[in-house]
C-alpha cells in the first residue's frame, strides 16, 4: 500500500520505500504539490506553501486577499489565463472563444485503472487518480499518479474528458507538471544528432524557461524527451535527482521554468506546437505517460531506477530479460550490394560461431539499388534476388541462424510502384511539393488503408518466410502535417495520430507474432524512447558504429535507458562513419554492453578475429544476463574525462563485469584507479582475469589499476569480478 489520503485535510501522500510524494488540495481548490523527494514523514507540509502580496499579479477570483495569486500556487495540473504566468499543463479554447480553465478538486480514487489512449502504459503498480474539474465549461482533467512500493518512481498520465455540451478545443494536454523549491538546481538533457545521439548537457537551471522538444514526428535524434533536474554538485553517486521521461515517441515538449518564487516548474508532454484536438461533448483525450525517477544518492541512482522500471513494467516480458539474439546484420558489411551467394556466403562463414541471427537490411525490395527508390515496395527485388527470399531464410535455417529482416514500412520514395498507385498515401500538403527526407517521403499512417496495407504486406513476408527478427527503421523526420482524412479543423491532431499510428502497428505486430523480436531504428537513435521500448525491446543506438564514439552515446543513453536496450554492433575499422582506426579488441569490449551484434561482411575478417568472436559469444552468453539485467554504474564519464569506465552487477551483487576504455594515450602518462560500485562490501571477490581476490569494499574503496599504456589510443579492458565469499 503507497497511497494514503488524509480526507479533512485533503492531503494526499504516496510512498514507496525511498520516496514522498505529497500533494494537497487549497482553500481553493486547486491542487498543489507540497513535496517530491526522499521519504519525509506523513506530516502536513502546508506550512511550505509561503505566499505573499505581490505586485504586478492577478489573484483568484475566490481569494480572500492578494496573497492567493496562481502565480506563486505549486500546480499539479496548471492552466493559463487566471494568474499563474508560468508554463501550461491545459489549454482550451471554448466555442465562445474563451480560453480559462479553472480546474479545482473534484474527488479521488484509490486503485484506478487508468486508460491507455492507444499508447504504451507501464503496467502493475498502484494507481491513484485525482478529479479537477472546471465547472463552467464541465471540461474534467483525470491525474493518475502509478507507484511501486519498491522503486523510487511516480509514472504521470492525465486524461481530459469533455463533460459539457459544447466542442472544446484542446490546445495543449501535457502529461504532468510539477512545481519544486529551487534548490540551484541545474538541470541534465540528452541533445545531439543523427550518429551523435544523446550527448550529456548540463546548466543550471536560471530565471526563465528552458524547452527540449521535438516538432519532427519522433522523439528524434536532436532532443531526447527525458530531462533530469540535478541537485548543484550532484554527482554519480551524490546529490538529488529527479528524472523525467515521456513514454512517447512521438513530436513533445519539456519546460523547466525557474520564477521569481524561486519555484522550478518541469512540465511537459505532446508538443503543444502545431497541437489542437477537437474535444466533442463525451470525448476524451489521453495523454502519454511520463515516468519520474528520484534520486538522493546521485544520478546513477536515478538511471538505475529507470532501468528498473522500464524493464519490469514496461518493457515486452517476453523479452525484457530474457537472452537476446547475437545477429550479424549486413549493412555496414555489403551496403545495397549484394547477391544471394553474397549473402549465403555471409551467413555459412558464421555457422557455429555462437551467431544466431542473420538480418537482411536495406536493398532486398523493389528495384532498390541506392536509397532513391523501391520504399513501400515490398515484395523481391528479383534482379538481385531472382530466387526470392527463401533461400536466404532456408541457408540461415540450415546454418542454424534465425532469419531477420529490414523493413521501413512507415516510408514510400517517389519512384515506387506503392507512390504510382497511391499518391494520396503520402503525407503532403494540398497543391504544393512535397519536402524529401533521404530521397523519400512518408505514409500517412494516421489512416487506416495506408496502415492495413502495411500490416498485410509485412505479414505476409514474415509469414512466408519464417522471419524472427525485423529492423524497423524510420529514416526522417516529418513535414506538411496534413492528412486527406481530417477536416480542416482537426489538421493540427496529425502529429499525434502519426504516433497513434505508430503504436497500432507495433501493437498489430506483437499480437499477430508474440515472438517476433522487432528492433526499433530511426537512422539510428533518432526514436529511442520509452514509447517505443515498450514495443521493441531493442534499438538500434546510433547509425555511428565507432567504438570511442560510442562510448559516449552509450553511456548518454544510459542516463535514461537500460543496457538492455541498446543495440550494438561490432564493425570494421577504419569505421565508415568516422574513419577512426580502433583495434577488434576494444569494438567487441564497447559493443558488449548491450544486445551485442556484427555488422560486417565476415566472410572478410582475419582467421584469429572469428576465432575471437566464438570465444567472445561464448563470454557473452555466460555475461548476458548480468549485462541484460544487472545494475549499471558509471564510473568514469567520457564527457568529462579520458576514460569511459562502467560497471554491470548482478541484482545479488554476486558477479560483476566492468569494461574501460582509455580515450587517448599519454606518452609518460599518469597512472590513474577506477573505484568500483555497487559491490557487497563485506564480500571477497575475485578478479577471473589476474586471479586475485580482495574485499567488496577494497575493490570500491580503493580502486583496481587502469592497465593502460602509453601506447594505443582507444585500447580497452574487461574485468570480470566473482564472490567467492
Ligand atoms: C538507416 C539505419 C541503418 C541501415 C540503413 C539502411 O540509416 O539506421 O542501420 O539500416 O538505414 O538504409
Known amino acids: 500500500m503507497s497511497i494514503f489520503v488524509n480526507d479533512e485535510e485533503k492531503l494526499f501522500f504516496i510512498e514507496t520505500n525511498d520516496i514522498s510524494y505529497v500533494m494537497c488540495v487549497n482553500r481553493l481548490g486547486i491542487l498543489e504539490t507540497l513535496y517530491f523527494g526522499k521519504k519525509v514523514g506523513r506530516d502536513d507540509l502546508r506550512y511550505i506553501c509561503r505566499r505573499g502580496c505581490r505586485g504586478y499579479s492577478a489573484s483568484m477570483p475566490d481569494s480572500k486577499d492578494r496573497s492567493e495569486d496562481a502565480n506563486q500556487f505549486r500546480a499539479e495540473c496548471s492552466t493559463s489565463h487566471y494568474g499563474d504566468y508560468r508554463v501550461p499543463t491545459v489549454m482550451a479554447t471554448f466555442e465562445d472563444g474563451s480560453r480559462v480553465v479553472d480546474l479545482r478538486y473534484e474527488g479521488y480514487e484509490i486503485n484506478a485503472t487508468r486508460p491507455d489512449g492507444g499508447m504504451p502504459t507501464v503496467r502493475d503498480g498502484e494507481t491513484l487518480k485525482i478529479t479537477l474539474v472546471d465547472k463552467k465549461s464541465l471540461l474534467k482533467v483525470n491525474l493518475?499518479?502509478?507507484?511501486?512500493?519498491?522503486?523510487?518512481?511516480?509514472?504521470?498520465?492525465?486524461e481530459i474528458v469533455n463533460e459539457g455540451d459544447e466542442t472544446v478545443m484542446l490546445d495543449r494536454a501535457f502529461s504532468f507538471c510539477i512545481d519544486l523549491p529551487n534548490q540551484e538546481y541545474k538541470y541534465l538533457s540528452l541533445n545531439g544528432a543523427h550518429m551523435n545521439e544523446r550527448q550529456i548537457c548540463v546548466n543550471d537551471v536560471i530565471p526563465g524557461v528552458y524547452t527540449v522538444e521535438s516538432s519532427r514526428g519522433t522523439s528524434s535524434p536532436q532532443h531526447n524527451p527525458f530531462i533530469a533536474i540535478l541537485?548543484?554538485?550532484?554527482?554519480?553517486?551524490?546529490?538529488?535527482?529527479?528524472?523525467?521521461?515521456?513514454?512517447?515517441?512521438?513530436?513533445?515538449?519539456?519546460?523547466?521554468?525557474?520564477?521569481?518564487?524561486?519555484?522550478?516548474?518541469?512540465?511537459?508532454?505532446?508538443?503543444?506546437?502545431?497541437?489542437?484536438?477537437?474535444?466533442?461533448?463525451?470525448?476524451s483525450f489521453v495523454t502519454p505517460e511520463c515516468a519520474i525517477c528520484y534520486s538522493s544518492n546521485g544520478i546513477g541512482a536515478m538511471s538505475r531506477t529507470f532501468h528498473d522500471l522500464y524493464r519490469d513494467h514496461l518493457i515486452n516480458p517476453n523479452f525484457a530479460k530474457k537472452p537476446r539474439p547475437i545477429v550479424i546484420n549486413n549493412w555496414e558489411g555489403t551496403y545495397f550490394d549484394f547477391t544471394e551467394e553474397k549473402l549465403c556466403a555471409m551467413?555459412?562463414?558464421?555457422?557455429?560461431?555462437?551467431?544466431?541471427?542473420?538480418?537482411?537490411?536495406?536493398?532486398?525490395?523493389?528495384?532498390?539499388?541506392?536509397?532513391?527508390?523501391?520504399?513501400?515496395?515490398?515484395?523481391?527485388?528479383?534482379?538481385?534476388?531472382?530466387?526470392?527470399?527463401?533461400?536466404?531464410?532456408?541457408?540461415?535455417?540450415?546454418?542454424?541462424?534465425?532469419?531477420?529482416?529490414?523493413?521501413?514500412?512507415?516510408?514510400?520514395?517517389?519512384?515506387?510502384?506503392?507512390?504510382?498507385?497511391?499518391?494520396?498515401?503520402?503525407?503532403?500538403?494540398?497543391?504544393?511539393?512535397?519536402?524529401k527526407g533521404r530521397e523519400q517521403y512518408v505514409l500517412d499512417i494516421t489512416r487506416e488503408d495506408v496502415r492495413e496495407y502495411i500490416k498485410k504486406v509485412m505479414t505476409d513476408i514474415i509469414r512466408e518466410n519464417d522471419v524472427e527478427y525485423v529492423k524497423w527503421d524510420m529514416n526522417r523526420s516529418?513535414?506538411?502535417?496534413?492528412?486527406?482524412?481530417?477536416?480542416?479543423?482537426r489538421q493540427k491532431e496529425f502529429m499525434h495520430r502519426y504516433c497513434l499510428g505508430y503504436y497500432?502497428?507495433?501493437?498489430?505486430?506483437?499480437?499477430?507474432?508474440?515472438?517476433?523480436?522487432?528492433?526499433?531504428?530511426?537512422?539510428?537513435?533518432?526514436?529511442?524512447?520509452?514509447?517505443?521500448?515498450?514495443?521493441?525491446?531493442?534499438?538500434?543506438?546510433?547509425?555511428?558504429?565507432?567504438?570511442?564514439?560510442?562510448t559516449k552515446i552509450q553511456y548518454g543513453t544510459s542516463i535514461c535507458y537500460p543496457l538492455s536496450a541498446m543495440s550494438c554492433h561490432v564493425s570494421v575499422s577504419p569505421n565508415h562513419q568516422t574513419g577512426r582506426i580502433t583495434s577488434f579488441k576494444s569494438r567487441c569490449?564497447?559493443?558488449?554492453?548491450?544486445?551485442?551484434?556484427?555488422?560486417?561482411?565476415?566472410?572478410?575478417?582475419?582467421?584469429?578475429?572469428?576465432?575471437?568472436?566464438?570465444?567472445?559469444?561464448?563470454?557473452?552468453?555466460?555475461?548476458?544476463?548480468i549485462i541484460l539485467t544487472g545494475d549499471l554504474y558509471r564510473i568514469n564519464s567520457p564527457f568529462d574525462t579520458n576514460f569511459f569506465t562502467q560497471m554491470v552487477v548482478s541484482k545479488d551483487k554476486s558477479k560483476a563485469i566492468a569494461v574501460s576504455m582509455q580515450v587517448l594515450a599519454d606518452a609518460n602518462g599518469p597512472f590513474f584507479t577506477a573505484r568500483l560500485q555497487g559491490l557487497d562490501a563485506d564480500a571477497t571477490y575475485k578478479i577471473v582475469e589476474s586471479g586475485e581476490t580482495f574485499k567488496g569494499s577494497t575493490l570500491m574503496g580503493v580502486g583496481i589499476n587502469l592497465p593502460f599504456c602509453s601506447h594505443g589510443d582507444f585500447a580497452t579492458a574487461i574485468w570480470h569480478f566473482e564472490k567467492i565469499d
Open 589 to 625: 569490449q564497447i559493443a558488449y554492453f548491450g544486445a551485442t551484434g556484427y555488422e560486417f561482411d565476415p566472410t572478410k575478417i582475419t582467421e584469429e578475429e572469428m576465432q575471437e568472436i566464438v570465444k567472445r559469444n561464448e563470454e557473452y552468453r555466460r555475461d548476458e544476463e
Open 347 to 435: 551467413i555459412e562463414s558464421v555457422k557455429g560461431k555462437g551467431i544466431d541471427t542473420f538480418v537482411l537490411d536495406d536493398g532486398w525490395f523493389g528495384h532498390r539499388d541506392n536509397d532513391y527508390s523501391s520504399l513501400g515496395d515490398w515484395f523481391v527485388y528479383e534482379k538481385k534476388l531472382p530466387n526470392g527470399l527463401k533461400p536466404i531464410a532456408q541457408c540461415c535455417r540450415r546454418n542454424g541462424l534465425k532469419f531477420g529482416l529490414w523493413f521501413e514500412p512507415e516510408m514510400v520514395n517517389r519512384d515506387s510502384v506503392l507512390f504510382e498507385t497511391h499518391p494520396e498515401w503520402t503525407i503532403q500538403s494540398p497543391g504544393r511539393p512535397i519536402c
Open 144 to 158: 493518475y499518479y502509478t507507484v511501486y512500493q519498491d522503486l523510487a518512481s511516480v509514472v504521470r498520465s492525465l
Open 478 to 489: 516529418l513535414t506538411e502535417c496534413w492528412s486527406q482524412t481530417l477536416p480542416s479543423r
Open 231 to 283: 541537485g548543484k554538485n550532484a554527482t554519480e553517486t551524490e546529490g538529488e535527482a529527479f528524472g523525467f521521461n515521456l513514454i512517447y515517441s512521438g513530436s513533445f515538449q519539456i519546460s523547466v521554468e525557474l520564477n521569481e518564487c524561486n519555484l522550478v516548474r518541469v512540465a511537459g508532454g505532446v508538443n503543444s506546437f502545431d497541437f489542437c484536438w477537437e474535444l466533442k461533448s463525451g470525448a
Open 504 to 550: 497500432d502497428l507495433l501493437r498489430y505486430f506483437e499480437k499477430e507474432f508474440p515472438n517476433l523480436i522487432i528492433e526499433g531504428c530511426a537512422s539510428g537513435g533518432g526514436r529511442f524512447d520509452a514509447g517505443q521500448l515498450a514495443y521493441t525491446p531493442q534499438v538500434w543506438t546510433s547509425d555511428n558504429s565507432d567504438a570511442y564514439h560510442r
